[in-house]
């Protein structure tokens, strides 16, 4: 990485974290039986990525939780396979980044905004628009990697092996929130703070 995109790394992770350090957001509880409204964030550019996210999405549906997915595309519009994502399925493109790499669009916007009881950040490794995003949400409840830039932001991370895939995070997250125990340790009341799961 040349220095110019370090230091601009950098400052857009410091300003992020400050700007998350003030985030009004309603938290909520990891309460997956509850029919909630789930946002998923990825990388759609790659087919194999895309169509597990498409598996997962189907999945959760089935299993009566409503999803909506906000997929990152690093070109400047979609690719063949990307028309049969569900209608449920927004993109932005490589094109939406500004100078500092921070995502752009009336979609983004709205993904941001969204009161999602949960988000889930389906990704293995960092990437700004991506962890911007995530960190900037007003969702209830942000899902993410442990060892992620942005782990500061989650509600609930998860610790992976250095094999671990992307399917494995996924099913993994589910199969945890569907046998989670909900009730909080003794001095755990009141207000939470960012980390209060980790698996």
């Known amino acids: 990485m040349q220095i110019v995109e370090k230091v601009k790394l950098a400052l857009g992770h410091s300003m992020l974290k400050k700007y998350t350090s003030t985030l009004d957001r309603v938290r909520t509880d990891p309460d997956i039986h509850r029919s909630p409204v789930v946002g998923i964030l990825y990388d759609a550019t790659e087919r194999d990525d895309f169509e597990l996210v498409r598996e997962f999405f189907k999945d959760l549906r089935q299993n009566g939780i409503k999803a909506v997915s906000l997929g990152y595309i690093d070109y400047k519009e979609t690719l063949s396979f990307h028309p049969l994502a ?3 399925a927004d993109y932005f493109f490589k094109s939406q980044l500004n100078w500092m790499n921070r995502p752009q669009s009336t979609v983004i916007d709205h993904f941001i905004d969204e009161p999602f009881d949960m ?8 990437f700004f628009p991506l962890d911007y995003i995530a960190a900037a949400s007003r969702a209830g409840l942000k899902i993410g990697r442990a060892d992620a830039a942005v782990n500061y932001c989650y509600d609930m991370t998860f610790a992976l092996d250095k094999d671990s895939g992307l399917r494995h995070f996924a099913y993994t997250i589910i199969h945890y929130l569907s046998n989670i125990n909900h009730e ?8 939470r703070s960012s980390h209060y799961y980790t698996v």
Not at 119 to 126: E, P, T
């Open 86 to 88: 569900r209608p449920e």
């Open 119 to 126: 988000l889930i950040h389906l990704s293995l490794k960092d």
């Open 184 to 191: 909080r340790s003794a001095g755990n009341s009141g207000k």
